[in-house]
């Protein structure tokens, strides 16, 4: 089993930035592909970004293109998603997700382990 623990959200205004951690345990993280994905109020999960484990894969979705990046840190079984020139749309749950195939896919249904999330709030 894999355990998924995200922190680093919080309120923030308009322009700020903040790096979101999710720590992973249990099963071998190094092969998994991650990746950041986050659900406004009333909106479907949205893929935010995929990494895989030998940064062979990155990937980003609109909304994260040229202001978000993903990383990961291996030694400490840690992934990251730096988030800068945030704006209030932004503002969402936001989950890491670990997939086992290390593909890294931009679909929610191809991981199968789920962090708890961690809320971001963006005010204008």
């Known amino acids: 089993q894999v355990q998924l623990v995200e922190s680093g959200g919080g309120l923030v205004q308009a322009g700020d930035s903040l790096r979101l951690s999710c720590a992973a345990s249990?099963?071998?993280?190094?092969?998994?592909?991650m990746g950041w994905f986050r659900q406004a109020p009333g909106k479907e999960r949205e893929f935010v970004a995929s990494?895989?484990?030998?940064?062979?894969?990155?990937y980003y979705g609109s909304s994260a293109k040229g202001r978000f990046t993903i990383s990961r840190d291996n030694a400490k079984n840690t992934v990251y998603l730096q988030m800068n020139s945030l704006k209030p749309e932004d503002t969402a749950v936001y989950y890491c997700?670990?997939?086992?195939?290390?593909?890294?896919?931009?679909?929610?249904?191809?991981?199968?382990?789920w962090g708890q999330g961690t809320q971001v709030t963006v005010s204008s």
């Open positions: 997700a670990a997939e086992e195939t290390g593909l890294a896919p931009r679909s929610d249904k191809m991981y199968e382990h």
């Open positions: 249990g099963r071998t993280f190094n092969s998994f592909a």
């Open positions: 990494l895989s484990w030998s940064y062979g894969n990155i």
